[in-house]
Every structure is written in structure tokens, then in C-alpha cells.
């Protein structure tokens, strides 16, 4: 079936990287982008990048740019996101989504990343 | 970039009620080669992640109900909920996708409770 499977929990500590994985099935992976999307407890979604999985081209929010990178591995179909220098305000929920034609219509059911000494 | 911004930040409606939540962009997100608004809305309940609702500003994605309905162009968007059920209970959130390819903006997000 179409899903986004994402990696488990991460517990990390300030100044630690973390990378969480997003593998795709059921669909054509190159076809699509896709974009990464996190939550902070009790608080909004927040953008934070796109890739896409045709070409690998990326484009991050500005507030990330220098700590964030997004990749694909085509022969997985799998999208990763690596965000380094982790500080206890990167705490959150991290989703992916796939994105067509600019909307997100298929959703990973997140992965929740603290930050905590 | 595009800050988009909703209003109300929450909203309490009785069951059966009609529940309206706007959403306002920065900039017009209306692509004039193709007369599209690059706008959609999601849904988020507790617990899970976000459901797309509509997209191009008035297009329902597939199995949304109908009770759901999006308008606007340009700058002021609308989401209405024509008959408010229990299991609408969530927070809703705009999101423009007009930006440079791959540069996306979500709303604050508006809460939606029964009154």
C-alpha cells in the first residue's frame, strides 16, 4: 500500500546530530518530492525543506539553512534528514511528506526527536 | 518568503453549525499563467499527523466529505465546515506552495472545538 514509513524515536543530546529516515512504498519514489515538516510539543507545523527525489535538488527554510540536510537513496526509496547541532528548541515531532504538485498528500506518522542533557 | 496568517486562532461551534476559519497570504499566491491558487488546507487531529483536505484552494481531495469546502483568490482564503460533526474536532492549517519549487509556508493553525 502507499505509506511513508518513518525510523523510531531518538533521544539526542545539545550539540549531537540526528538522522531520521522516511521510506517510501507504493509508489513511484522518483516520481515526487519530498519535504520535511516538524512539531514542537503543543505547537504549529513548521516547514523545513524539500527534496526532490528525481534529481536530489533541495531547497531548506532559511532559519535551518548550515544545520539541515536532506537526501534520497533512489535504490530504497528511502528520504532521509539530518539535523546537526541539536539544541533542546529542535525538540519535536519530525514528519515527511510527500509533496505533489506543492501539496502534501501522504504523510509519515513522524518521529520524535528530544533533546535533552 | 510568504507568511501566511489565520484567524481565528481558535473557535468553538455548535454540533451542526456552520464553522468558517480564514487564512490571509502575505502575497498573492494566485499563478496567473494557469489561474491557480497555489493554497491548501490540512486537517490535524491529536496524535496524528496532517491530513491534506483541499488543494488549489477549492478542490477536495479525494474521500474528504463535502461538508468541506474551500474559497478565495489571491491574498484571502476561506475554509468552510457547512455542518459541524463531533469528529471534526482538530486543528486546520493553510499552506501556500506558490513560493520558488520546494519553499512552503503553513498558517499558525486554528484550533476547532464544539461549543
Known amino acids: 500500500q502507499v505509506q511513508l514509513v518513518q525510523s523510531g524515536a531518538e533521544v539526542k543530546k545539545p550539540g549531537a546530530s540526528v538522522k531520521v529516515s522516511c521510506k517510501a512504498s507504493?509508489?513511484?519514489?522518483?516520481?515526487?518530492?519530498i519535504s520535511w515538516v516538524r512539531q514542537a510539543p503543543g505547537q504549529g507545523l513548521e516547514w523545513m525543506g524539500w527534496i526532490s527525489a528525481y534529481n536530489g535538488n533541495t531547497n531548506y527554510a532559511q532559519k535551518l539553512q548550515g544545520r539541515v540536510t536532506m537526501t534520497t537513496d533512489t535504490s530504497t526509496s528511502t528520504a532521509y534528514m539530518e539535523l546537526r547541532s541539536l539544541r533542546s528548541d529542535d525538540t519535536a515531532v519530525y514528519y515527511c511528506?510527500?509533496?505533489?504538485?506543492?501539496?502534501?498528500?501522504?504523510w509519515g506518522r513522524g518521529t520524535l526527536v528530544t533533546v535533552s542533557s | 518568503d510568504i507568511v501566511m496568517t489565520q484567524s481565528p486562532d481558535s473557535l468553538a461551534v455548535s454540533l451542526g453549525e456552520r464553522a468558517t476559519i480564514n487564512c490571509k497570504s502575505s502575497?498573492?499566491?494566485?499563478?496567473?499563467?494557469?489561474?491557480?491558487?497555489?493554497l491548501a488546507w490540512y486537517q490535524q487531529k491529536p496524535g496524528q499527523p496532517p491530513k491534506l483536505l483541499i488543494y488549489?484552494?477549492?478542490t477536495r481531495e479525494s474521500g474528504v466529505p463535502d461538508r468541506f469546502s474551500g474559497s478565495g483568490s489571491g491574498t484571502d482564503f476561506t475554509l468552510t465546515i457547512s455542518s459541524l460533526q463531533a469528529e471534526d474536532v482538530a486543528v486546520y492549517y493553510c499552506?501556500?506552495?506558490?513560493?520558488?519549487?520546494?519553499?512552503?509556508?503553513f498558517g499558525q493553525g486554528t484550533k476547532l472545538e464544539i461549543k
Open positions: 488549489w484552494a477549492s
Open positions: 502575497q498573492s499566491v494566485l499563478y496567473s499563467s494557469n489561474n491557480k491558487n497555489y
Open positions: 507504493g509508489y513511484t519514489f522518483t516520481s515526487y518530492g
Open positions: 511528506a510527500r509533496v505533489r504538485r506543492g501539496n502534501f498528500d501522504l
Open positions: 499552506q501556500q506552495y506558490y513560493s520558488t519549487p520546494g519553499m512552503y509556508t
